[in-house]
């Protein structure tokens, strides 16, 4: 069970549920440390002053926001306390929308909230208790309305704007970017003009690209996903800790553009006896190791 990060309440109207946040995710990234290539020790950073070279003690330094290129503004501790949002412990849900209005851009680090310690003893929900009643009702509608509550909340002295939705039997909180922080499409360059002039989609080319779709289509199932990237990282460590050399990595060629005979393309997709059942590839996210 994944320890509680925040606790508080959750107003519904004029309800409060005693609540609390676990993460609904587990990082398993890959993290290395630095070490020295002579002698494989870790190796230490330090604060250096960029004007006269010397190492800063931590008591030394303050924060600076950065105005101008090479003018920072000193900004203290005690300045930016009072300008932080009021440190409260409810969520209280302004407003309720659907779900597939909310672009997954938005969304950021998922949580889950549970039932707090209030509402069924020590971080365990028993049935009957009012505040479980009033969790499972939230719950209840939210499924059945497709809705999803906007609010806010603060945590970690910020001010976020989260979305809370049913997700099976517990409530689900995500984290949204606001608005300024997400880049619009419109704003990006060297997309085509769809719909206009040269960019119209042919009639021809949607449907085999339909069919295609339809040949690989079905249920999610995200157990059948996995890292093999990480995989293959953690196996050559153990090789290498068990005094094994490993073995180099075989040259992977770059995939050619297709896109001169894009028709042409389409029907070998399909295949002279129409669409191919294809097997769901595994994610092989090379994520940048930490």
């Known amino acids: 069970m994944p320890r509680a990060i925040w606790s508080g309440s959750l107003s519904f109207g004029l309800v409060n549920i005693p609540v609390r946040l676990v993460s609904a995710v587990v990082d398993r990234g890959l993290h290395f440390h630095q070490l ?67 672009n997954p851009v938005y969304f950021q680090h998922p949580y889950y909230l549970l039932p707090g310690t209030g509402a069924g003893g020590k971080g365990s929900s028993s049935a009957g208790t009012p505040a479980d009643a009033a969790y499972a009702l939230l719950r209840g509608v939210l499924a059945q309305s497709k809705r999803v509550g906007i609010a806010r909340m603060v945590m970690r002295g910020k001010e976020d704007l989260v979305a809370l939705r049913a997700v099976n039997e517990a409530l689900s909180l995500s984290v949204l970017w606001f608005f300024d922080e997400v880049i619009r499409p419109d704003k990006l360059e060297g997309l085509p003009a769809l719909g206009k002039g040269s960019g119209k989609v042919p009639e021809k080319q949607l ?27 953690l196996e050559m460590v153990r090789r290498k800790a068990k005094g094994e050399t490993p073995k180099k990595a075989a040259a992977v060629a770059e995939p050619k553009s297709n896109v001169v005979d894009l028709m042409e393309a389409l029907r070998a997709s399909l295949g002279p006896s129409g669409p191919k059942a294809a097997k769901p590839r595994r994610a092989n996210r090379s994520r940048r190791a930490m």
């Open 36 to 102: 020295h290539d002579r002698d494989g020790a870790r190796i230490h950073e330090q604060r250096v002053c960029s004007k006269d070279g010397e190492i800063v003690p931590l008591a030394h330094i303050v924060k600076g926001y950065e105005i101008s290129k090479g003018r920072s503004v000193p900004v203290t501790q005690e300045e930016l306390e009072a300008l932080a949002p009021e440190k409260t412990r409810a969520i209280a849900l302004e407003s309720f929308v659907p779900l597939e209005e909310i």
């Open 207 to 233: 449907e085999l690209a339909q069919q295609i779709v339809k040949s690989l289509s079905g249920e999610f199932k995200p157990e059948r996903y996995k890292d093999d990237y990480r995989e293959r990282v």
